[in-house]
């Protein structure tokens, strides 16, 4: 049964699994638990690998550097969930953070940060991905959910274009028309979501011949990081 999130944390250890029966918490982790929440030895916390399992554990033993935790059981064992991707266009390094945190908890499981022919920004950093994937475990926890999405290097508009040939279902955000509501069937989706100055002719092409899907979530224009929460809710509720 589904452990209720409110005023529940949810903590990360990558090495849990579905027969663990001791777990322990290190580094940012542990210190959020024992110096930031304080939370004492006996108190029932809640854990998960990012793959599917939430454990319910009990705090045995709390030192400077780890805590030490009993795994009593398995609250949630998820199979691995529908394949959700959103490929977005190179943003402001705030907006961009900004789309992740509110995209990891509607449900993607995958973010391609990729450059566009419009984009103003020309790359991040390796420090700027690895601060990313800090901002998707702190929205899974937040969220109180079991699976954590990966978050790609920066790639090409190509590679992005090769894999949404790929993939079943294609919704690309188009403020300019585009179709107000799709039904989505339940298979693997990506979401494409251009800069602020959006696609180029030759990409809006390249992706209609590809079988995407125009799609319009609003009358007016959004910014690039507001249009992919938009509609990864939109793909994700239908």
Known sequence: MRADPAHRFLFYARGLDRSSGRIVLTGDEHHHLSRVLRTPTGATVYVTNGRGVIARCVISDSASRETTLAVEGVEEDNPDPRAVTLALALLKKEAFARAVDQCTELG???????????????????????????????????????????????????????????????????????????????????????????????????????????????????????????????????
């Open 108 to 238: 993607i499981t995958r973010c391609i940060p990729f450059e566009s022919e419009k984009s103003h920004i020309k790359g991040y950093s390796p420090v700027f991905i690895e601060r990313l994937r800090r901002v998707a475990l702190s929205a899974m926890k937040q969220s109180f959910r079991s699976w954590l999405p990966d978050i790609d290097s920066v790639t090409c508009f190509d590679d992005v274009l090769a894999r949404a040939k790929e993939t079943a279902v294609v919704l690309v955000g188009d403020s300019a028309g585009g179709t107000p509501r799709v039904a989505v069937r339940d298979e693997p989706l990506m979401i494409v979501v251009g800069p602020e100055g959006g696609f180029t002719d030759r990409e809006h092409g390249a992706l209609a011949a590809a079988g995407a899907i125009s799609v319009s979530v609003s009358p007016f224009r959004l910014r690039s990081e507001t249009a992919a929460a938009s509609l990864t809710a939109l793909a994700l509720s239908t």
